[in-house]
């Protein structure tokens, strides 16, 4: 076995910890590419991002006419910055390593004309869906057109600080190795795929859901509860149970429940620890009727399964379908990838659940010990109190850009290092160094991040329960209380 090989027996290859020597290279690849990038795009500009709202964005899903003219994306393809070509796998060990040294400034994302849907409401119709799956880096590129002097009204914002704001707690390398599993490990298409996903959540001002938390989300969702956290599977995964009968589609917008949908899967990251990477999601079917059916609802939630966030799902169970519903699946089901569609689990008698969660941790009403009762509990006034302390958020900002810095210098190294011929033992030791220098330097990042998020970052629900402490740190113990320990009370 090659000495730059990562090896864990613990894991299937493919993850962090456990890659051939062939998926080594192609994450070093990736990242290659994804750096090159960075330097073709990240224009060193100061401006403050743009936070007002989209006043033409009426959570809609876009007509054929507008499909057809913006290429299935929401925005036409800019053409201003014809040279804005990212180059395939083949040719990008040729580019000239350029050094970042940057601070994570912002910079405008030019939104064509004509094209004022934004991506957190309207979304891709199935040829669309296809169509992104099959773009092209340098496509997805062009779609991505950075000009300074644009005018818009989308948050503006790098590749670079997106990326980084992606990865918070995580390794980034566990976020790029998600895109290449997706994408079969073809180097040119996960790419692709990663600047669909960075471009989206600027566009969707993902950022800006985080940062505001529950503040900027309709408070009638989440005291409906129609879906919330609730212990972990047998494999250690978050469970989110959502009960279907409680959403009704003419209750809140698209981009109401969008938003929605991207707090509850930023804040469901912040639940898995290291090495921990899906989530397991129940879909209460119990009283459904088509009144509860929400197709573009689902359209949304399947793209970011596959698109936005791949690679993130453990299970779905569905539990109680009616006769009803087999309507509804057979128009869904032909838009699943077979990736996720292998991770469905139709549930029909209670006692099943046991093969996915332990009894004590799943809710007495789906066959469990849990006495659990959702109750939305509203922020307090002084729960974000770290929020407006300005001197201490930068002085940690200043601590994490210099971290990101210095990873993303070792990590060129790295990636440009390559793979080392089997009798050059210097360029062996020399790119095992630069990877315990990553991993180092990843963990430290790892640490900076969890201690700035309550500075950046609204407290959510799950702080106010007591069970969400920090990233990666989370606990259920007086949550999930079983009928025998009230009978013993």
Known sequence: ?????????????????????????????????????????????????????????????????????????????????????????????????????????????????????????????????????????????????????????????????????????????????????????????????????????IESRVDEVITLGEEGLDLKILEKGISFLHGEDKQGRPVVVTRVKMHRKDDQTVEEMTRYLIWTIETLRMFLAPGMETVTIIFDLSDFTMANMDFNFVKILIRCLEAYYPESLGALLIYNAPWIFSGVWRMISPLLDPVVASKINFIDQKQQFENFIDPTQLVDWLGGQSSFRYEYQKPTPEENKLMKNVEERDRRLAQYTALTNQLEEVTRSWAELGAPLDDNESAKQELADLQSKRMALAEELRQVVRDMDPYIRARTLYHRMGVLQAHGSSTWDHIVGSKDDEQKE
């Open 1 to 201: 076995m090659s000495a730059e090989t990562q090896t864990n027996g613990d894991k299937p290859t493919g993850y962090l910890g456990n890659l051939t020597d062939e998926q080594q290279q192609k994450l070093q690849a990736l990242w290659k590419l994804l750096l090159q990038c960075f330097d073709d795009n990240a224009l060193d500009l100061a401006s403050s991002p743009d936070t007002g709202d989209d006043s033409n964005n009426n959570g809609e899903v876009a007509s054929p006419e507008e499909s057809a003219s913006t290429n299935g994306a929401g925005t036409s393809p800019a053409t201003e910055n014809p040279s804005d070509q990212v180059p395939d796998s083949t040719t990008a060990g040729s580019a000239k390593p350029k050094k970042s040294g940057k601070s994570l400034n912002f910079l405008k994302l030019k939104r064509s004309k004509g094209s004022s849907k934004s991506k957190t409401g309207g979304e891709s119709t199935p040829a669309e869906d296809q169509t992104a799956k099959d773009t092209k880096p340098e496509e997805a590129m062009e779609k991505l057109s950075l000009s300074p002097d644009s005018t818009t009204d989308a948050p503006t914002e790098t590749l670079r600080e997106s990326f980084w704001r992606v990865v918070q707690a995580d390794h980034p390398d566990s976020i790029l190795l998600r895109f290449l599993r997706a994408r079969k490990w073809n180097v040119d298409k996960a790419l692709a795929m990663i600047l669909t996903a960075l471009r989206w959540r």
